[in-house]
T-cell receptor, first 115, second 112 residues
Framework: DAGVIQSPRHEVTEMGQEVTLRCKPI?????LFWYRQTMMRGLELLIY????????DSGMPEDRFSAKMPNASFSTLKIQPSEPRDSAVYFC?????????????FGSGTRLTVV | GDSVTQMEGPVTLSEEAFLTINCTYT??????LFWYVQYPGEGLQLLLK?????DKGSNKGFEATYRKETTSFHLEKGSVQVSDSAVYFC???????????FGSGTRLSIRP
């Protein structure tokens, strides 16, 4: 089991550029979650999908952020245009199901720095 | 709505000391409760869980008991090691919820 795979591990980009973060969930997991973590705001849920369908995107900070899940094995989080305040670690997590006894498996994260 | 409250850090202990990190929750129904650990530079990892009242989750010497009467799920370890230095998150997933609610995290530092 390769776990949840995120790429890239680190991304440094200039303000105004488009940034795309990628996630491959664990095979067979049907729920996928995108989180952002900063020292100031802690861990924030941005959006989550069940069976590839976005269920709750209320945590997406603004229209500059978008997420897609075209199939069960791949998701992207895009920021366009990026701003310095978007600098954070972005985590993807997946879950086997919606049942309350299922936990999440997290990826190792993408550390984004916008300069 | 559902919520989790855990003790604020940082918590600093000497090696071999006893550890308690307090966690209380508010939820309707019968949620499942979790502790996650995040080591520096890594993602969160599931440490232990309990899915019903009076269940005890345990892993790597850590334990937590699901106490419905006090709505608590305190994390304990009898003798901590330097390698336990990390951030610990208490969390719950409600019986009718699709997502996990995380606490704010408690940073633990163990000095040799």
């Amino acid at each position: 089991d390769a776990g949840v795979i995120q790429s890239p591990r680190h991304e440094v980009t200039e303000m105004g550029q488009e940034v795309t973060l990628r996630c491959k969930p664990i095979s067979g997991h049907n729920s996928l979650f995108w989180y952002r973590q900063t020292m100031m705001r802690g861990l924030e849920l941005l959006i989550y999908f069940n069976n590839n369908v976005p269920i709750d995107d209320s945590g997406m900070p603004e229209d500059r952020f978008s997420a897609k899940m075209p199939n069960a094995s791949f998701s992207t989080l895009k920021i366009q245009p990026s701003e310095p305040r978007d600098s954070a670690v972005y985590f993807c997590a997946s879950s086997l199901g919606e049942g309350h006894n299922y936990g999440y498996t997290f990826g190792s994260g993408t550390r984004l720095t916008v300069v | 709505g559902d919520s989790v409250t855990q003790m604020e850090g940082p918590v600093t202990l000497s090696e071999e000391a006893f550890l308690t990190i307090n966690c209380t929750y508010t939820a309707t129904g019968y949620p499942s409760l979790f502790w996650y650990v995040q080591y520096p530079g890594e993602g969160l990892q599931l440490l232990l869980k309990a899915t019903k009242a009076d269940d005890k989750g345990s892993n790597k010497g850590f334990e937590a008991t699901y106490r419905k009467e006090t709505t608590s799920f305190h994390l304990e370890k009898g003798s901590v090691q330097v390698s336990d230095s990390a951030v610990y998150f208490c969390a719950l997933r409600g019986s009718s919820a699709s997502k996990i609610i995380f606490g704010s995290g408690t940073r633990l530092s163990i000095r040799p």
